[in-house]
């Protein structure tokens, strides 16, 4: 299961939605939202961090979410896409090539800017020359921090930020169904509304203005002197049929009149670019979409099919048990997060990830550590069932020695009553010879764990230990399977000319800070004839009670010096 959170923080609400995305349709397990202050978010800007970090935080306690790592949302206008030409240059080279284009198209401050690009197109211009066709995503530093500040003052971890814009694409449109044409989406949300055009699923253009059904809700309150809270209530009931809806709507069709102009604007802006396929249809979404005559009058003024879309109509629902009211509740408010949470449906184009090379640095690591504890897991599986084919095989091996021990005995004993005394002896040969071979490749662990106690320097002790016998490995080749402290997994395979090998955990305290001391140490206490040179792996030092608690795992491959032959037990 690979499980996705998406935050949108908007300017009326905190939203997030958490998705299964692994195989088969992508599965809605976790949403929720929770209302901000007005004032707390502003043109996409953090204001109010105590109190936008507060709702996050409820958020997660009432939410059910079972991620702390999210991927944000950015929409502003101090977030914004552009496109740029390129000559042709590697996928590896284009984030450098973008950062020394873009200062010609970005209007921030190259210090404090944060790019990401995807690769719209490749083409040849018309003196030959191959060039990059190239959609950036920009974002200011300060509304980027102010972000982050928030998310992780709830106590998450940011693992990307995307743009609502691209968010929107990957909701709404449906990669079975794609054409030719472009289409746009349009979400009206509290504070802002966007406007996104794409084509075959990837924008072509992004545009952000700064007004949304809070305006129409600003509008009733000054119309009808009505608080805030009762002027929104009202905006939801202006179709029924009593003097104060119908003096409300008259208020609010200023503000459905100067939106649909400026949706309209952007439209035909994208139109009278050169090139551009002409729009087929418009996708509404976003709770300011559902005032009462929003939906006919941008249809009559942009003279496209509009037609409402649900983010939930590609989602598997059956984890919730959601009532139809329920979802049409929520459906408007969950395009941004959903898409913040869904992957590109073209495996080849990656993400937009804004997030500053710190944040970015923090999230690998814990996605690293998330892949290494996983594959630590397998290894424990693997390896339980592969000490358990050891024991056995070593089990029959002990079997068989006991078996020629009794042989040699018996022989022993008839060889003077038998005439052939040469044929006699020429078998006991043979019998040791046989013994020899088994016991020459069996590991006498009794030896090893002596020499073991001997070599590990004082200030040392061994908190785990698991040892394997088998055949040697490929020459130049040793792995070390690591175990949390307190648990055995299966030894690393021996290096060549080994006969076995053992992994142990080991750990100490010392006062001060003891550097690499210890490690070194252990290495050189366990340079015996015996073992082969260690390999030490994820050394730790902590600081506790005035000292340093020093903890690594070591990997060490045993000779045939340790073998049963060697060591006169047989």
Not at 528 to 535: A, R, T
């Amino acid at each position: 299961m690979a499980q996705v959170v998406g935050l949108d923080i908007g300017a009326s609400a905190v939203r997030a939605a958490e998705l299964d995305v692994g195989s088969g349709a992508p599965s809605l397990i976790a949403f929720g939202q929770v209302g901000l202050p007005p004032g707390a978010i502003d043109d996409g800007e953090v204001k109010d961090e105590s109190a936008v970090a507060d709702a996050i935080t409820r958020l997660w306690r009432n939410g059910g979410f079972k991620s702390k790592s999210v991927i944000v949302g950015l929409a502003g206008l101090r977030a914004i896409t552009r496109e740029i030409d390129l000559p042709y240059v590697p996928d590896n080279e284009i984030d450098s090539a973008v950062r020394f284009q873009s200062e010609e198209v970005i209007p921030f401050p190259p210090e404090k800017t944060l790019l990401s690009a995807q690769v719209l197109a490749d083409y040849q211009s018309p003196d030959g020359a191959q060039m990059r066709r190239v959609l950036v995503a920009a974002a200011h530093r300060d509304l980027v921090d102010g972000v982050v500040s928030v998310v992780e003052r709830a106590g998450l971890q940011v693992e990307g930020i995307d743009l609502v814009s691209s968010a929107l694409v990957r909701a709404l449109v449906n990669p079975v169904t794609l054409t030719e044409q472009p289409e746009a989406i349009v979400t009206v949300g509290a504070g802002l509304t966007v406007v996104v055009v794409h084509q075959m699923g990837r924008p072509q253009f992004v545009r952000t203005i700064g007004t949304g059904g809070n305006a129409a809700t600003e509008a009733v309150s000054g119309a009808l002197d009505l608080p805030l809270a009762d002027a929104e209530a009202l905006k939801r009931r202006l179709n029924e049929p009593f003097p104060q809806a119908q003096a409300a709507m008259s208020a609010v069709q200023g503000h459905i009149n100067e939106l649909v102009g400026e949706i309209r604007n952007s439209i035909q802006y994208f139109a009278s670019l050169p090139g551009r396929a002409p729009i087929s249809k418009v996708l509404i979404t976003g709770g300011g979409s559902q005032l009462l005559g929003f939906r006919d009058q941008l249809e009559a003024n942009v003279r496209i099919p509009v037609q409402a879309v649900s983010p939930l109509a590609r989602l598997n629902l059956g984890k919730l048990d959601l009532r139809p009211e329920q979802a049409a509740a929520i459906d408007p408010v969950l395009a941004t997060p959903i898409g913040l949470a869904l992957p590109e449906p073209n495996p080849s184009v990656r993400k937009f990830n804004l997030a500053p090379p710190e944040v970015a640095e923090r999230a690998k690591v814990r996605r690293i550590t998330r892949q290494v504890a996983m594959a630590a897991g397998l290894v424990v599986i693997v390896a339980a069932g592969y000490g358990a084919l050891k024991f056995v095989q070593v089990h029959s091996a002990e079997g068989d020695v006991n078996t020629l021990n009794q042989n040699i005995a018996t022989i022993k004993a008839e060889i003077p009553t038998f005439s052939k005394a040469v044929e006699a002896a020429d078998e006991e040969k043979t019998a040791k010879g046989q013994v020899h071979s088994l016991t020459s490749t069996a590991v006498d662990w009794s030896v090893v764990l002596t020499a073991l106690a001997k070599g590990t320097p004082a200030g040392l002790g061994i908190t785990t230990f698991s040892g394997t016998a088998g055949s040697t490995a490929t020459p130049g080749t040793s792995t070390a399977a690591v175990a949390p402290a307190g648990s055995s997994v299966g030894g690393p395979t021996p290096a060549a000319g080994g006969i076995g090998s053992f992994t142990a955990t080991v750990t100490g305290t010392f006062s001060g800070d003891p550097h690499y001391a210890p490690v070194a140490q252990w290495l050189d206490g366990l340079g015996l004839p015996m073992f082969e040179p260690p390999s030490v792996t994820q050394a730790t030092n902590t600081a506790q009670n005035g000292g340093t608690t020093v903890m690594f795992q070591s990997a060490v491959s045993v000779t045939s010096a340790t073998s049963l032959a060697n060591n006169g037990s047989y």
